[in-house]
């Protein structure tokens, strides 16, 4: 079974630039999440989806960032204008979506702005 | 302020020794689930823990859950090198939302 797939693994850019990351979850999984995790605050919740629907962007840092889920098998997360403070690894996870389910993460992204 | 804390944030012990980790919080956890993560790699679930008093084995992790619910604690048992990575505690917020503490990062030297 592949588990959640996430591209680019590395992305280096320039401030100033757009990033588009993207995630496939786990075939047959309702519920999308996008984490972001440094060194300084841990793994924090950005965004997450249910059946395909953003329920939750509280955590979205501010508006350059957007995330969209087109379909139950493709989610992306862009950040426009990137910032060197957007440096991080963000992480796609996804899950059946039943109350004890467990996260399913996939291997990040680790974004560097310069 | 962190809902949910962590303790040690680091910890380096050498191999055959036994550790306990911690996770405390102010709030009532529903449920409250153990990660563990490797360098390059997503967390990784090693238990969901859901009732007071709960104690979960794991080979050689043993996972307890506080009886009023707002703590939690793994211990290692003969540490191997292995065992080596970030741990880390989560609760739930509502329905869906997890939220993760800041982890231990544990080390465990040949």
């Known amino acids: 079974d592949a588990g959640v797939i996430q591209s680019p693994r590395h992305e280096v850019t320039e401030m100033g630039q757009e990033v588009t990351l993207r995630c496939k979850p786990i075939?047959?999984?309702?519920?999308l999440f996008w984490y972001r995790q440094t060194m300084m605050r841990g793994l924090e919740l950005l965004i997450y989806?249910?059946?395909?629907?953003?329920?939750?962007d509280s955590g979205m840092p501010e508006d350059r960032f957007s995330a969209k889920m087109p379909n139950a098998s493709f989610s992306t997360l862009k950040i426009q204008p990137s910032e060197p403070r957007d440096s991080a690894v963000y992480f796609c996870?996804?899950?059946?979506?039943?109350?004890?389910?467990?996260?399913?993460f996939g291997n990040g992204t680790r974004l560097t702005v310069t | 302020t962190q809902l949910l804390e962590q303790s040690p944030q680091f910890l380096s012990i050498q191999e055959g020794e036994n550790l306990t980790v911690y996770c405390n919080s102010s709030?009532?956890?529903?449920?409250l689930q153990w990660y563990r993560q490797e360098p390059g790699e997503g967390p990784v679930l090693l238990v969901t823990v859901v009732t007071g008093g709960e104690v979960k084995k794991l080979k050689r992790l043993t996972f307890q859950f506080g009886d009023a619910r707002k703590d939690s604690s793994l211990h290692i048992t003969a540490a191997q090198p292995g065992d080596t990575g970030l741990y880390l505690c989560a609760m739930k917020q509502g329905a869906q939302k997890l939220v993760f503490g800041q982890g231990t990062r544990l080390t465990i030297n040949p």
């Open positions: 709030s009532v956890f529903s449920s």
């Open positions: 989806f249910n059946n395909n629907v953003p329920i939750d």
């Open positions: 996870a996804s899950s059946p979506g039943q109350y004890y389910s467990p996260l399913h």
């Open positions: 075939s047959g999984h309702n519920s």
